[in-house]
């Protein structure tokens, strides 16, 4: 089965902090996705990624960026943590056409 | 890609079928039907996705009505494991990269 592996489950940041969440899997997929969750607002798509150094905006880019160095992982870094910035962040991948697997997700704190 | 209706929760007892009902009346001809769900505190989880013919695997079956305005996902027997957010979504399989776009989908309660 393909795994999807978040570096964190739970991290704790203070806000103006650089914060970098990584995202790697092991299935050799070419896209890879940040998504956040918010309570009421659904899954929302922050950046996603067809190949390596390649990366395309989602609905809501502002204030994050993203790296894929290594077709295996995708960073999100948040340059300057803002408090609402604190949500739950879900890494996913796929092949080109098929099904997303998620991560199990990082709940980012921003105090 | 279409928006989806879903009915916000759903209650279920174990061990009887559970049917989501979707409501997608604005799909397209070459936008399929995908179901994920998420359990509390994981990733969302693909179920199961169709074109226009009912599907089913191990985990559920969908039937999608033959106009496609529609779909129900059926857990054949459910369990309390089974007690999930359930999310439908329509879009193209090929083309757009992302926007893969998750709604408030149905929570489901699997009750003993």
């Known amino acids: 089965d393909v795994k999807v592996t978040q570096s964190s489950r739970y991290l704790v940041k203070r806000t103006g902090e650089k914060v970098f969440l990584e995202c790697v899997q092991d299935?050799?997929?070419?896209?890879m996705f940040w998504y956040r969750q918010d309570p009421g607002l659904g899954l929302r798509l922050i950046y996603f990624s067809y190949d390596v150094k390649m990366k395309e905006k989602g609905d809501i880019p502002e204030g994050y960026s993203v790296s894929r160095e290594k077709k295996e992982r995708f960073s999100l870094i948040l340059e300057s943590a803002s408090t609402n910035q604190t949500s739950m962040y879900l890494c996913?991948?796929?092949?080109?056409?098929?099904?997303?697997?998620f991560g199990s997700g990082t709940q980012l704190s921003v105090l | 890609d279409a928006k989806t209706t879903q009915p916000p929760s759903m209650d279920c007892a174990e061990g009887r079928a559970a049917n989501l009902p979707c409501n997608h009346s604005t799909i397209s001809g070459n936008e399929y039907v995908y179901w994920y769900r998420q359990i509390h505190s994981q990733g969302p989880q693909y179920i199961i996705h169709?074109?226009?013919n009912n599907e089913t695997n191990e985990m559920a079956s969908l039937i999608i009505t033959e106009d496609r305005k529609s779909s129900t996902l059926i857990l054949p027997h459910a369990t309390l494991r089974d007690t999930a957010v359930y999310y439908c979504?329509?879009?193209?399989?090929?083309?757009?990269?992302?926007?893969?776009?998750f709604g408030k989908g149905t929570k489901l309660s699997v009750k003993p």
């Open positions: 299935m050799d997929h070419e896209n």
């Open positions: 996913a991948s796929r092949l080109s056409n098929e099904k997303l697997f």
């Open positions: 979504i329509v879009r193209y399989p090929w083309g757009s990269q992302g926007n893969l776009i």
């Open positions: 169709g074109l226009k």
